[in-house]
């Protein structure tokens, strides 16, 4: 009797470390299948947003809310002194870098409902296409520089914004409360200031427009940052970056990306003007006359800080010059333009 | 005995089930593994093809004067042949032309296609057509077409690719 | 008595035989479901793998629909009246000039690393095709690497020749290595 109880016991045992076992097995299976699951709907979605970003590239002005399955995704730029290190990245080890987009956002993108936006750059020929991307959690507000008129600078921040954020114009009397929203981002004009709290998790832009419109240049404060940061803008879509970026660094280093195009274009535009000038010289026609003068100039803005306050006004009066010299070419001399 | 029979035979049916859907999966793997699946790049391909070769043929510049196959075809598509480069006429440099780029494009890639160009009210020719193993009824056909104004008359003139999967 | 216990063991002897007959029984099914359960795993690794290398296969070939995108509407070499940008349409020039900094950057300088990043390991050119049935060929990037595989995307293009405003029929294609 006792050998049969003691043989039960010893079965018992027997069962129960086989069944821990099994069961710890096909745990780790499961396990195992969902981390390659997550990994796996991690690079579906990265596939397709980069290539729904690619596409962008050949429609500017687009808008396009971009539906995706509740992830997280983190935006980095980072400037060593002498290149640029970006990417965007869905955790899991998932992530894709981002060398030829210039992408202004938050450094992190939650949600179902993600809200991009391109513009052109254009200085004065196309540098390359800007990208802006939000979600629907993000508030932005404008304060109104002019409340007599609708054609003040906060009427065309505002229709320069994408129509599917949550953006309105306020007052300096009106009182920003919190609407539950992830992120509060104001804009006002140095002009007129806004002196009342905000939410937490607020950004503050005090932007001073230094031309005649917003279209021009001018410089734009990160006032919520500690220490606070200036930076330059040369036409609305670097504003527009600022705006959409997390923090100035993070836009000083897309704006960098797009000053390093912009330069390499300027060098394509001088060699091409060069080419021209062979077959059009200068003093024999009047087209080697615009070419010789862009030609002498062309290498000026490639000497330019490109993201100190001052050199802004110097770009923006050489794109206006290149413009015009441009438009000259068109009227009347029938000569291959520059651009 | 009939109970041990029947208990017996219950055991085979089950085995039989269990091979049955064992072969059933290899078959399936079998199966899918030979299965052609993506077809991104070829839908994209051809479709821009199409649609890519129509316009920039157009476009392009003949080597005499300014004329380019459009006005070519606008030439050869009016009442009259009033445009002659090097003693050929509007008509015959459209053929000649569309030979040079199909054999160094759509031809030489071992693409089936089929380009017409309709030039209604002609009196030299309505239509022109080239066409490789691109029989409509056989195969998924990608499509570009560009209409041409006969302006003052009214007429329009096309130009229609189809590339043939 | 003898009788009885020889009744005795020949009943041992019988338990003692079924005992182990289901005993076997038991192992033989615990082996047929090992079986069973390895079989059936391998399938499933086998299908997984079949659909992971299907992903892959899309995702190469969206690579190179990504890069034919990218280089068709590059504003480096794209063409453009003021600064309305013309698609489908590449300027000669700014072409020839975007090749020379390349090559010239070639292999170490920042702008070939810089177009490396857009560009990947292909090879990129454009040919022109002349009304006098002659080809000429414009290599813009390239990549020394041994490939296992092409893939090739071939797409008709305008070119654009600035100083004569004279279009020829030229074809972008892009070689994708893997």
Same mark, same amino acid.
């Given at each position: 009797?006792k050998?049969?109880?003691?043989?039960?016991q010893?079965?018992?045992?027997?069962?129960?470390?086989?069944g821990?076992?099994i069961?710890?097995?096909?745990l780790m299976?499961?396990r195992n299948?969902?981390?390659?699951?997550?990994t796996?709907?991690?690079?579906?979605?990265?596939?397709?947003?980069?290539?729904i970003?690619?596409s962008?590239?050949?429609?500017?002005?687009?808008?396009?809310?971009?539906?995706?399955?509740?992830?997280?995704i983190?935006?980095?730029?980072?400037?060593?002194?002498?290149?640029?290190?970006s990417?965007?990245?869905?955790?899991n080890g998932?992530?894709?870098?981002?060398?030829?987009?210039?992408i202004?956002?938050?450094?992190?993108?939650s949600?179902?409902s993600i809200i991009s936006?391109t513009r052109?750059?254009?200085?004065?020929?196309?540098?390359?296409?800007?990208?802006?991307?939000?979600?629907t959690?993000?508030?932005y507000?404008?304060?109104?520089d002019?409340?007599?008129s609708t054609t003040?600078?906060?009427?065309?921040?505002?229709?320069?914004?994408p129509k599917?954020?949550?953006?309105?114009i306020?007052?300096?009397?009106?009182?920003?409360?919190?609407?539950?929203?992830?992120?509060?981002?104001?804009i006002?004009?140095?002009?007129?200031p806004?002196?009342k709290?905000?939410?937490?998790?607020?950004?503050?832009?005090?932007?001073d427009?230094?031309?005649?419109?917003l279209?021009?240049?001018?410089?734009?404060?990160f006032?919520?940052?500690?220490?606070t940061t200036?930076?330059?803008?040369v036409?609305?879509?670097?504003?527009?970056?600022?705006?959409f970026?997390?923090?100035?660094?993070f836009?000083?280093c897309?704006?960098k990306?797009?000053?390093?195009?912009?330069?390499?274009?300027?060098?394509?535009?001088k060699?091409?003007?060069?080419?021209?000038?062979?077959s059009?010289p200068?003093?024999t026609?009047d087209?080697?006359t615009?070419?010789?003068?862009?030609?002498?100039?062309?290498?000026?803005p490639?000497?330019?800080?490109?993201?100190?306050n001052?050199?802004?006004?110097?770009y923006?009066?050489?794109?206006d010059?290149?413009?015009?010299?441009?438009?000259?070419?068109i009227?009347?001399?029938?000569?291959?333009?520059?651009y | 005995?009939?109970?041990k029979?029947?208990?017996?035979?219950?055991?085979?049916?089950?085995?039989?089930?269990?091979?049955?859907?064992t072969?059933?999966?290899?078959?399936y793997?079998i199966?899918?593994?030979?299965?052609? *699946?993506?077809s991104? #790049? !070829?839908?994209f391909? $051809?479709?821009? =093809?199409?649609?890519?070769?129509v316009?920039s043929?157009? %476009?392009?510049?003949?080597?005499?004067?300014?004329?380019?196959?459009e006005?070519l075809?606008?030439?050869?598509?009016?009442?009259s042949?009033?445009i002659?480069?090097?003693?050929?006429?509007?008509c015959?440099?459209?053929?000649?032309?569309?030979q040079?780029y199909? *054999?160094?494009?759509? #031809? !030489?890639w071992?693409k $089936?296609?089929n =380009?017409?160009i309709?030039?209604?009210?002609?009196?030299? %020719?309505?239509s022109?057509?080239y066409?490789?193993?691109?029989?409509?009824?056989?195969y998924?056909?990608?499509s570009?077409?560009?209409?041409?104004?006969?302006?003052?008359?009214k007429?329009?003139?096309r130009?229609?690719?189809d590339?043939?999967q | 008595m003898?009788?009885d216990?020889?009744?005795?063991?020949?009943?041992?002897?019988?338990?003692?035989?079924?005992?182990?007959?289901q005993?076997?029984?038991?192992?033989a099914?615990?082996i047929?479901?090992m079986?069973?359960?390895?079989?059936g795993?391998?399938m499933?690794s086998k299908?997984k793998?079949?659909?992971?290398?299907?992903k892959?296969?899309?995702?190469?070939?969206?690579?190179?629909?990504?890069?034919?995108?990218?280089?068709?509407?590059?504003?480096?070499?794209?063409?453009?009246?003021a600064?309305?940008?013309?698609?489908?349409c590449?300027d000669k020039?700014?072409l020839?000039?975007?090749?020379?900094?390349?090559?010239n950057?070639y292999?170490?300088?920042?702008?070939?690393?810089y177009?490396?990043?857009i560009?990947g390991?292909s090879?990129i050119s454009?040919?022109?095709?002349?009304?006098?049935?002659?080809?000429?060929?414009?290599?813009?990037?390239?990549?020394?690497?041994?490939?296992?595989?092409v893939?090739?995307?071939?797409m008709?293009?305008i070119?654009?020749?600035?100083?004569?405003?004279k279009?020829?029929?030229?074809?972008?294609?892009?070689?994708?290595f893997?």
């Amino acid at each position: 009797m006792k050998k049969a109880q003691l043989s039960m016991q010893f079965n018992w045992i027997f069962i129960f470390i086989v069944g821990a076992v099994i069961l710890l097995f096909f745990l780790m299976v499961i396990r195992n299948q969902t981390k390659t699951a997550n990994t796996e709907l991690s690079i579906t979605v990265k596939e397709n947003l980069d290539t729904i970003i690619k596409s962008a590239e050949s429609s500017p002005g687009v808008e396009k809310i971009i539906q995706m399955p509740q992830n997280n995704i983190e935006f980095t730029c980072d400037f060593d002194g002498i290149d640029t290190f970006s990417s965007y990245d869905f955790g899991n080890g998932v992530s894709q870098d981002t060398v030829y987009d210039t992408i202004f956002s938050q450094r992190e993108v939650s949600g179902q409902s993600i809200i991009s936006m391109t513009r052109s750059w254009d200085m004065p020929f196309k540098v390359g296409l800007f990208q802006y991307i939000t979600t629907t959690n993000t508030q932005y507000l404008i304060v109104d520089d002019d409340v007599t008129s609708t054609t003040g600078l906060a009427e065309q921040l505002n229709n320069s914004l994408p129509k599917s954020i949550k953006k309105k114009i306020i007052t300096q009397a009106d009182t920003v409360s919190d609407e539950g929203f992830d992120r509060y981002v104001l804009i006002e004009f140095s002009n007129t200031p806004y002196q009342k709290t905000l939410p937490l998790r607020s950004k503050k832009l005090i932007v001073d427009v230094g031309g005649l419109n917003l279209d021009t240049y001018g410089s734009i404060k990160f006032s919520s940052e500690s220490p606070t940061t200036t930076v330059g803008y040369v036409r609305t879509p670097a504003l527009l970056g600022a705006i959409f970026s997390e923090n100035s660094s993070f836009y000083n280093c897309n704006i960098k990306k797009a000053y390093w195009r912009l330069n390499v274009l300027y060098n394509l535009t001088k060699n091409r003007v060069d080419v021209l000038l062979n077959s059009f010289p200068s003093g024999t026609t009047d087209c080697g006359t615009i070419y010789q003068w862009v030609n002498s100039k062309l290498s000026d803005p490639q000497n330019l800080p490109n993201t100190k306050n001052e050199a802004q006004i110097q770009y923006s009066t050489y794109v206006d010059n290149l413009k015009r010299q441009n438009e000259n070419l068109i009227r009347g001399n029938n000569c291959p333009l520059i651009y | 005995m009939k109970k041990k029979n029947k208990a017996q035979m219950e055991i085979m049916g089950l085995v039989v089930i269990v091979v049955l859907v064992t072969l059933g999966f290899f078959f399936y793997i079998i199966f899918t593994a030979g299965k052609n *699946n993506s077809s991104i #790049k !070829k839908d994209f391909e $051809d479709d821009q =093809l199409a649609s890519n070769f129509v316009i920039s043929f157009l %476009k392009t510049d003949v080597g005499c004067k300014d004329y380019t196959i459009e006005t070519l075809i606008q030439d050869c598509a009016g009442p009259s042949q009033n445009i002659e480069c090097g003693g050929i006429t509007s008509c015959d440099l459209i053929e000649t032309l569309s030979q040079v780029y199909i *054999n160094n494009t759509l #031809k !030489k890639w071992g693409k $089936d296609y089929n =380009l017409t160009i309709e030039m209604p009210g002609s009196p030299v %020719k309505e239509s022109v057509s080239y066409e490789r193993d691109c029989s409509a009824s056989k195969y998924n056909v990608v499509s570009a077409w560009q209409p041409i104004s006969l302006y003052p008359y009214k007429r329009t003139a096309r130009v229609k690719l189809d590339i043939c999967q | 008595m003898s009788f009885d216990l020889l009744n005795k063991l020949k009943m041992i002897k019988k338990t003692s035989r079924k005992a182990q007959i289901q005993m076997a029984e038991t192992i033989a099914i615990i082996i047929v479901v090992m079986i069973i359960l390895i079989l059936g795993m391998i399938m499933y690794s086998k299908i997984k793998e079949q659909d992971l290398n299907k992903k892959k296969n899309q995702f190469n070939e969206l690579d190179i629909v990504k890069l034919s995108q990218i280089v068709y509407n590059l504003p480096e070499i794209q063409c453009s009246f003021a600064e309305v940008a013309d698609y489908g349409c590449i300027d000669k020039l700014k072409l020839k000039a975007l090749a020379e900094i390349i090559t010239n950057s070639y292999p170490s300088g920042k702008e070939y690393f810089y177009y490396k990043e857009i560009f990947g390991n292909s090879n990129i050119s454009i040919q022109i095709i002349y009304p006098d049935n002659t080809v000429s060929e414009i290599e813009l990037y390239h990549t020394d690497i041994k490939p296992k595989s092409v893939s090739i995307m071939r797409m008709p293009i305008i070119v654009l020749e600035p100083a004569t405003d004279k279009t020829d029929f030229g074809v972008l294609i892009i070689k994708k290595f893997d």
